[in-house]
């Protein structure tokens, strides 16, 4: 389709590269996995809030990683729903829209590995400093660092967006299925050499103080256990830290994905896939792997489980 088709205000997307009897199938699996991403996190948050026993620093904090979910679904999962029912030739999106969903796309990716970071300051706290857990994070602590981790990511987005936004656009199409900052600054012809200075700066900024900081957090916490002789106490740090670490992972491993095919405009699919794990499969395994961790969870599920089961058997 020739780029003077469109204004310049209107944006052409592209698709995944599915075969069109696909499309159904992928929807409705889609809207169920969304729909039990928006249940299961927004139900552990009420849950959290309402139990006066979770009222703890580690599941406060842990509130933050599951609004960011909520919020990183949102910017994706209906946009892709809409698109997979809607011809190819009228999946477009405005301009200023691109742009809202690319900084809404890159702040979700900044705060998930901000987030992660200051629950790994409260696990260190608690195996290393256990005599002063209860004196360093309280409710005050716990509110400071939820601050930092949704504030930081805020100038560093709105700089790397802001880079793209100045450039002149002399093309319409977008080689993705939703629009990210790569995708705003390869509509220009100018340039863009600012872009990727900064634009790696970025990433090394964020990328580097993220495993950093983890690393040296569990190195720490590493050296506390094997120095410990208290088995019950290894064996809770390592079932904590275990479920942050398998976070952590899946989340390092996705970014590093789409920042390496960015690199191989040949393996566009395959960046699609990387960025819908990201966006779709990381917050629906953060509910369960967060969720199922939580004994006060457990026996909810496991009393609605009760409660459908007494009734499905009165029903007959």
Request: charged share 10%.
């Amino acid at each position: 389709m020739e780029n003077s088709t469109f204004g310049k205000d209107i944006l052409i997307l592209e698709g995944f590269n599915i075969p069109s009897q696909s499309y159904i199938p992928c929807f409705i699996l889609l809207l169920i996995v969304y729909f039990f991403i928006m249940v299961s996190n927004i139900g552990l948050v009420v849950l959290i809030l309402r139990s006066s026993s979770l009222h703890q620093p580690m599941y406060l904090l842990l509130c933050n990683m599951s609004i960011n979910d909520v919020f990183g679904a949102t910017i994706i999962i209906p946009h892709v729903l809409r698109d997979l029912l809607t011809p190819d030739s009228q999946r477009v999106i405005r301009y200023m829209d691109c742009v809202v969903q690319a900084f809404c796309v890159h702040f979700h990716a900044s705060a998930s590995h901000t987030v992660l970071m200051i629950m790994a300051f409260d696990r260190y706290v608690a195996i290393c400093n256990p005599l002063r857990y209860a004196t360093i994070m309280t409710h005050r602590m716990v509110l400071v660092l939820s601050v930092w981790a949704w504030v930081i990511p805020l100038p560093l987005v709105g700089i790397l967006i802001g880079l793209s936004v100045r450039l002149s656009r002399c093309r319409v199409n977008i080689v993705h299925f939703s629009c990210n900052n790569a995708s705003l600054f390869k509509l220009s012809c100018e340039s863009v050499l600012i872009n990727n200075i900064y634009g790696l700066g970025y990433t090394v900024v964020l990328l580097g103080s993220s495993i950093g900081s983890v690393t040296l957090t569990y190195l720490r916490i590493a050296m506390v256990c094997l120095r410990s002789k208290n088995k019950t106490l290894n064996r809770k740090a390592l079932q904590t830290c275990a479920t942050h670490l398998a976070v952590y992972a899946i989340l390092l491993v996705s970014g590093f994905i789409i920042i390496i095919l960015h690199r191989f405009p040949q393996l566009a699919s395959h960046r699609k896939v990387a960025s819908v794990m990201l966006h779709v499969v990381l917050p629906a395994l953060n509910a369960l792997i967060y969720g199922l961790q939580i004994k006060e969870v457990r026996q909810r599920v496991m009393a609605l489980f009760r409660k459908s089961k007494v009734a499905s058997m009165d029903a007959k």
